[in-house]
């Protein structure tokens, strides 16, 4: 059956810290691996890694796969207490497209 | 990109009542999820449609679950009768034309009594 594990499952941290969130899964049929942020409503699209070792970035965030180790990391750097979420991971396989998530890592920046 | 509008936004019945969630993918996306997110899970998916038809709905429990897309457009789930177990979210989801990415609606919170 299809995993995606998280870590920590929560993290609180102070403004201007650097946090470092870990997935890793077991896919069969490997396509991609997403990285969605939920506040209290849907969650919302940060990246999708398809190619091992290529970083995406977007402001403060960063990630990169690891395909060989199936793993990735989502970076924060200087957090904003705006970056407080449940950031989820999710995994795409080829085929019918399922997306199977992760139970969510909840991040907690205090002033 | 187009939105997904969901709705009602929040839903509390009893067990055993029944109850029915809206969906409608504004920009008229082929591909269509129902997920289940239940407190302190992921979402999971519930079921998948492409245009009308039904892709993938293994894990939902069909004896109580049931989901219609007509005419590939806008699509309803519906529980009879409902559990105390079924209190979650449920997001409607759409497949991105860009970089075939999930995007989410902003969900129907069910409490079931």
């Known amino acids: 059956e299809d995993k995606v594990v998280q870590s920590p499952l929560s993290l609180v941290v102070h403004e201007g810290d650097t946090v470092t969130l870990n997935c890793s899964y077991e896919?069969?049929?490997?396509?991609?691996l997403l990285w969605y942020k939920q506040e209290k409503k849907a969650p919302t699209f940060l990246f999708m890694l398809?190619?091992?070792?290529i970083e995406k970035k977007s402001g403060r965030l960063s990630s990169i796969l690891d395909k060989k180790e199936l793993f990735s990391i989502l970076n924060i750097t200087a957090t904003q207490t705006g970056d407080s979420a449940i950031y989820l991971c999710?995994?795409?396989?080829?085929?019918?497209?399922?997306?199977?998530f992760g139970t969510g890592t909840r991040l907690l920046v205090s002033p | 990109e187009a939105g997904v509008a969901q709705s009602p936004r929040y839903k509390i019945i009893e067990k055993r009542q029944s109850v029915a969630f809206w969906c409608n993918p504004i920009s008229g996306h082929a591909t269509l999820y129902w997920y289940q997110q239940i407190l302190g899970q992921g979402p999971k998916l519930l079921i998948q449609f492409q245009n009308n038809g039904v892709v993938d709905d293994s894990q939902l429990p069909k004896d109580r679950f049931s989901a219609e897309r007509l005419k590939g457009v806008d699509s309803t789930l519906k529980i009879q009768p409902a559990k105390l177990e079924d209190s979650a979210v449920y997001l409607c989801a759409c497949r991105g034309k860009v970089y075939n990415e999930q995007f989410f609606g902003p969900g129907t919170r069910l409490t079931v009594l």
């Open positions: 999710a995994v795409l396989n080829t085929g019918f497209q399922k997306l199977v």
């Open positions: 896919v069969t049929n490997f396509r991609s």
């Open positions: 398809t190619s091992s070792g």
